[in-house]
T-cell receptor, first 114, second 112 residues
Framework: DAGVIQSPRHEVTEMGQEVTLRCKPISGHDYLFWYRQTMMRGLELLIYFNNNVPIDDSGMPEDRFSAKMPNASFSTLKIQPSEPRDSAVYFC????????????FGQGTRLTVV | GENVEQHPSTLSVQEGDSAVIKCTYSDSASNYFPWYKQELGKRPQLIIDIRSNVGEKKDQRIAVTLNKTAKHFSLHITETQPEDSAVYFCAVPSGGYNKLIFGAGTRLAVHP
C-alpha cells in the first residue's frame, strides 16, 4: 500500500475562494482523521470518521469548514470561503481497529490563503 | 474531554546524552499512549507506543514509561544522535479510543 495519500501537496489561494483538500486512506482502515497543524495551536483534530460516518466534528472551527467521506477510499475537507487564518498544514490520517492503534499520516497539504 | 500537557517545549542536548520528554493526561480511562516523531517538513510518524497493562517498553535507544496512578508517561531517548533532532508529540485517546489528542510537541535539538 502506498500509505495515506493527500492532494494537493501545496495550495495557494486567495481569500474568499473555496478550497478542497483530498485524502485517500490506507485500504482496509476503518478510521479517518483530519488534523490541522499550526505553530500556535499544534496538531488539532478537526473531525474523524468511522466506516465513512462522521463521529466527532467538534474540532471543526467554523461552518466554513465541512468534511465528507462518500466511500471507504476517499474523503474531502472543504473550506468555503477561505480566510488567511486558515493557512496551515492539513493532515489526513487513517487507522484500523477501535482499541487504540497507530494513526498513519499522509504527507499533508500546506495551505496558504493570501 | 482529554487534556494533554507535554513538557518541555524545547530540549537541547549534546550528542550522546539522554533526553526525556514527559506527558500528563487527565482521563484515567485512557489505555493507549503513543509517541510520534515529526522531522522538519515531514509527517508525524509513530516511534513507540505502550498500553496500560505494562509499565515500560523499549525499542533500541528509545523507551516509554507509564505511571497510570499519576497519569503521566515519558519518552526516553538514550545515546542521542543528530538524526534524533525533530519534534516529538505524545498522544492520548479521548472519548472513543481512536480519537487521538496530541500534546503541544517538544522540539529536540541534538548538537554534535
Amino acid at each position: 500500500d502506498a500509505g495515506v495519500i493527500q492532494s494537493p501537496r501545496h495550495e495557494v489561494t486567495e481569500m474568499g475562494q473555496e478550497v478542497t483538500l483530498r485524502c485517500k486512506p490506507i485500504s482496509g482502515h476503518d478510521y479517518l482523521f483530519w488534523y490541522r497543524q499550526t505553530m500556535m495551536r499544534g496538531l488539532e483534530l478537526l473531525i474523524y470518521f468511522n466506516n465513512n460516518v462522521p463521529i466527532d466534528d467538534s474540532g471543526m472551527p467554523e461552518d466554513r469548514f465541512s468534511a465528507k467521506m462518500p466511500n471507504a477510499s476517499f474523503s474531502t475537507l472543504k473550506i468555503q470561503p477561505s480566510e488567511p487564518r486558515d493557512s496551515a498544514v492539513y493532515f489526513c490520517a487513517s487507522s484500523f481497529l477501535s482499541s487504540g492503534s497507530e494513526a498513519f499520516f499522509g504527507q499533508g497539504t500546506r495551505l496558504t490563503v493570501v | 474531554g482529554e487534556n494533554v500537557e507535554q513538557h518541555p517545549s524545547t530540549l537541547s542536548v549534546q550528542e550522546g546524552d539522554s533526553a526525556v520528554i514527559k506527558c500528563t493526561y487527565s482521563d484515567s480511562a485512557s489505555n493507549y499512549f503513543p509517541w510520534y516523531k515529526q522531522e522538519l517538513g515531514k509527517r508525524p510518524q509513530l516511534i513507540i507506543d505502550i498500553r496500560s497493562n505494562v509499565g515500560e517498553k523499549k525499542d533500541q535507544r528509545i523507551a516509554v514509561t507509564l505511571n497510570k496512578t499519576a497519569k503521566h508517561f515519558s519518552l526516553h531517548i538514550t545515546e542521542t544522535q543528530p538524526e534524533d533532532s525533530a519534534v516529538y508529540f505524545c498522544a492520548v485517546p479521548s472519548g472513543g479510543y481512536n480519537k487521538l489528542i496530541f500534546g503541544a510537541g517538544t522540539r529536540l535539538a541534538v548538537h554534535p
